[in-house]
């Protein structure tokens, strides 16, 4: 008797343990900076989410950034760790929208794991042909306006609920590219890297369906004395037939860190 249960069961799984989020992006031209400002707040999301770190990014900001009245040496060594944890963020978020300024970057990975090739769980972001050649400044309102919505799409659906609703304990968050070959400041090629297919991998596939994006093509902005300062020009969507696409990793990780109490008063609230 020919039996089928196990393959079928293992189709199951694989299945199970990959789950896709389909976002389309509307009401707002997809550019280079939109679309890393909107994977950023994802990124930061996430950190909290997976208790990579104890606070809110908004709030993390503003502790980091407040006067240290205190000359414990246990408060300076957590004020430290969390403005190492920081520092590390902000340089992954601005090569984020350096990268999809001037490369042509198909996926985004953030891997939570005590090493990137056995990592607890994923997260991928499936980038579609973004504006290229606009003035970012022009989108900035839309932006602002839509960014919120977009992202409470996402935040608000069931798939990422669940993806989400289990912390991860203390580990290091990696970032992967999957982009054309080019130099890059903070990510290495890492032509040997396959995503594992057994583990938890919530994908956010983004579209974007706005063909009147054209706005800016030929615009041209002037000074006061009547000179040209910038003049841009709307690039044509690159043609990804004849290119080559790896993983780059970057050469920097996150180390999750967690609250430290000090008579039952946050390190934070001593800084």
Not at 121 to 148: D, R, S, V
Not at 152 to 179: G, S
Not at 199 to 228: A, F, G, R
Not at 231 to 256: M, R, T
Request: aromatic residues 10%; neutral net charge.
């Amino acid at each position: 008797m020919e039996i089928l249960f196990n393959n079928d069961t293992s189709y199951k799984c694989k299945k199970q343990l990959q789950t896709t989020i389909p976002v389309c992006v509307e009401d707002v031209i997809l550019t280079p900076l939109t679309c890393g400002c909107l994977i950023n707040e994802i990124l930061k999301c996430l950190l909290y989410q997976k208790a990579q770190i104890p606070y809110p990014y908004s709030w993390l900001q503003s502790a980091i950034n407040k006067k240290r009245n205190s000359a414990s040496f246990t408060v300076q060594k957590h004020h430290q760790v969390a403005s190492d944890v920081f520092n590390t963020l902000q340089k992954m978020m601005v090569n984020i929208l350096k990268e999809l300024e001037t490369n042509l970057v198909l996926e985004i990975l953030i891997v939570f794991g005590a090493l990137p090739f056995t990592p607890k769980e994923i997260y991928t972001i499936k980038i579609p042909k973004l504006a290229k050649g606009h003035n970012e400044a022009n989108h900035q309102a839309l932006i602002k306006k839509h960014q919120n919505k977009i992202l409470r799409h996402i935040f608000l659906k069931e798939d990422w609920l669940t993806a989400v609703e289990n912390p991860l304990p203390l580990t290091n968050t990696y970032l992967f590219l999957k982009k054309n070959e080019s130099c890059s400041d903070l990510f290495d090629i890492n032509k040997d890297y396959e995503v594992p297919s057994n583990i938890k991998n919530t994908i956010i596939d983004l579209s974007y369906s706005n063909l009147n994006d054209e706005c800016c093509n030929n615009l041209k902005i002037y000074t006061e004395n009547s000179e040209m300062s910038e003049s841009f020009k709307i690039e044509k969507h690159e043609s990804v037939d004849d290119e080559v696409f790896n993983w780059y990793q970057a050469n920097i990780s996150l180390k999750g860190y967690k609250d430290c109490f000090i008579n039952k008063t946050s390190a934070s609230e001593l800084w």
